[in-house]
Structure formats: structure tokens, C-alpha cells
């Protein structure tokens, strides 16, 4: 390619002479390299975010590259990971809006610009948790979980889990923004538990009544203000209400421990994602028995913590 430096080559030079996957994967490095992209929204490589973009672009299993390396692409194909490589380098956006998914655990997830890309720990709690050869020392019993609540449901895709997880459970979900809801009912359609999963509009449990559940499932927004100052542009993309969780990042937080007990029956519990607040967390909340779970990433982004730890005494359950 005769081409200046610095300057990205013509899409007609692109597609004309790169004809593989591996041609495709190899320049992409090269873009997201050079361009010094930034990463974390299910990948955290230039290597991985490109692997990523190619294989989804062409619905392919993101996690199988070998196999495809050395296939020559149709024109179409050529220009479409063209068109996206360039997209992912001038705007900055994470490759899950230009592809149109998000996986967790390998279930994907239909996202766009509304939502923020689902990236959370609890999911993959879920699957080591439930799918492990003993089963769960602490989350309740998969067949007994008769209801169960996703607070900030997002994409719906933690709710959507839940459905799979938990077969006798009616599942709902709740978000504070409407424009989230309408990707949620998607990805509902999408998996086919429309039966099972109810969206609701609405502020944390407002929404709610005084309906009880055996579980809560809740990642809620809970970057603190100075890290949101410090967000890369890829981050930006996303909804700022998804991240935003006040000056410490642990006003929602604070909210759903004061207002969980109201709304578990008493052999529930509450699993929540809260990133990097373990310690303000203990310290304000020093009598209150929080199980941190280790993920592959974290050993303290997330807690789990039972309707008795939080007060909830011993009755007959409600739904």
C-alpha cells in the first residue's frame, strides 16, 4: 500500500489486498496500537479487542480463532471489518456498539449506545458458583429460588441469568432509565423468557411495593466522581448514569443495604457488585457480615450478604 505515513490506508487498498481473518486481525493490532485505544469492556488488549471485533463482526465463536485464521473472506466481509477496524480507531467506542453485542460467560447479549456494556463479576459468580461440582456454599438452592430481583438491570442480562439459573423463579428487573429498558426487552425476546422476566421502570425497589424475593442480584452504578473525571474516551461512550455513584461512588450502594431487608424473605440474600469501595464499605458498616467473593479479577468488587446478616427475621415467606 503506497500510503503517507501515519495516515490510515484507503478502504479500497484494505479490502484489496488483505483477504483473510488473519490479514484482518493482524491490522487491526496494528490500528488499535498505534492509535493507543483503551480497553475493558470484556477485553483488555489490543490483541483481544481485535479478535473480538473480527469474530462477532462475521458471528463467528468469539472464542475460536485458530480454526478461522486462514479463511478468505467474501468482499462484503472485507469491507465490513474494514468500515469497523477504522470505526473502533476514529471513535473511540467500545467494539461492543459497533458489533451490536456483549458476552458474560459466553452468553451474548444484543447493546447499543443506551446501556452500559455488561461486563460484571456477578456473572461470572453465577457460572463457577452454580456449575461447579458441589454447588454453591451460599447462594440458595437453584430449584427453591421461587423469586429473585435484578436491581439496575441494564441490557437485562443479569436478569436474563437468573432466568436460566433459577427455572421456578419469576424474575424481576428494574432500571432508573427507560432508553435501558427497551435494549432489556430485547435481550428478553432474544432468550425467550418474556414469560418469566418482568421489566420495571423505576428507582432502585420504588417500583416494587412491598414484594419480597429470595434474591437480589444488583450491579449498580458505583464509579466515584474523581475516576469518572479520569475516563478514557471509550468509557465516555457509555451512559453516565450507569456509572455514577457519587463522590465516593457508594450512594446506591448505602441505599440498597437501608432497603433490602424490606424486600427479602428470610432465607434470601443480596449479591452486589460495588468495584473498589470494600473498605469505606466495612468501616461505615462494621456490624454488618458481608461475604467478599473472589473473582478472576478481584477478590473484593462484590459481596453477598443474607437477609439475616441484614435484620430480616425468621417468618413466613412472602412473594
Known sequence: MNQAPNMPPKMDDITGELVTLRDYWRYAISRFSAANL????????????????VL????????????????RLLPAERRLLAERIDARVTTRKPTS??????????????????????????????FSEYLGEN??????????????VDICTGSGCLAILAAKFFPNAAVDAVDLSADALEVAKLNVA?????????????DLFTP????KYDLIITNPPYVDHEAMDGFPEEFRSEPAMAFDGGVDGLDLVRRL??????????????????????????????????LW?????????????????LGVKAGKKRK
Open 135 to 148: 454447588g454453591s456454599s451460599f447462594l440458595p438452592d437453584p430449584l427453591g429460588v421461587e423469586s429473585a
Open 257 to 290: 443495604l437501608a432497603e433490602a431487608p424490606t424486600h427479602l424473605n428470610p432465607e434470601g440474600g443480596m449479591i452486589c457488585e460495588i468495584g473498589s469501595g470494600r473498605e469505606i464499605l466495612e468501616e461505615e458498616f462494621p456490624d454488618l457480615d458481608f
Open 38 to 53: 483503551s480497553y475493558g469492556h470484556g477485553t483488555t488488549t489490543a490483541s483481544d479487542d481485535a479478535a473480538f471485533l
Open 293 to 309: 467473593l473472589e473473582t478472576a479479577e478481584s477478590q473484593d468488587a462484590v459481596f453477598w450478604i443474607s437477609a439475616e446478616a
Open 208 to 211: 416494587l411495593g412491598s414484594k
Open 97 to 126: 456498539y459497533l458489533t451490536g453485542h456483549a458476552y458474560i460467560q459466553g452468553v451474548r447479549f444484543l447493546v447499543d449506545e443506551r446501556v452500559i456494556v455488561p461486563r460484571s463479576h456477578i456473572g461470572e459468580i453465577l
Open 190 to 202: 432474544e432468550h425467550s423468557v418474556e414469560d418469566q422476566v418482568t421489566l420495571l421502570n423505576g
Open 56 to 71: 462477532d463482526s462475521l458471528d463467528l465463536p468469539i472464542d475460536t480463532l485458530d480454526p478461522f485464521l486462514d479463511a
